[in-house]
């Protein structure tokens, strides 16, 4: 295989989730695009850093120093749900019905991957919400991944407020989704269907 091919598929290789055979298929159908396509998407990678940035507030992705979620005086400052990542964000403001504010950490605790609660964004959320509780009660929804890293992360976010009487916590409702069959579901879903329960 050519060489310089070889470097390209390895580069494409260091994204999170592309492997070997993902990358060999994006550059074969780079190859097959027009030049100023390609350009164009090059100019774009090139610029990304200096176009893109993140909001100094809630870390979304932004345009300038905050994001229109952050500047918009109609959300709920009363409310700010905590996820993991960008993407998670966006998965919720595409719902339109969660009206309040946002915090993304960057992630899950998980040392074995270099994510300390010193790495991810804690003291920000922590400042964050001594500043959004000054005058008024404040919710922190936590909607982190039902995983052991994100369980990990809810009970350090949980320890972390533990005392500030300011900030009730919640967690979005879990368990059992629509259409599954009761036999199917694992232990710790059926443990959380109970929990959630209405």
Known sequence: MNVKFKNTVNLFRKLPGVG?????RFIL???NRDESELKELGN?????KREISFCKTCFNISEGAECNIC???RRDTSKL?????ITDLDSVEKT???KGLYHVLGGAINPLDGATPETLRFRELSNRAANLSQNKQLELI???NPSTTGETTVLYIKELFQNNIDVSLTR??????????LEYADELTLKHALESRK
């Open 20 to 24: 070997p055979r993902q990358a060999t």
């Open 29 to 31: 159908a780079l190859l």
């Open 44 to 48: 774009a990678i090139v610029n990304l």
């Open 71 to 73: 500047t918009d005086p």
């Open 81 to 85: 749900l905590v996820v993991e990542k």
């Open 96 to 98: 339109g019905l969660y």
């Open 142 to 144: 936590i909607a982190t």
């Open 172 to 181: 979005l409702g879990r368990g059992l989704a629509s259409g599954s069959n």
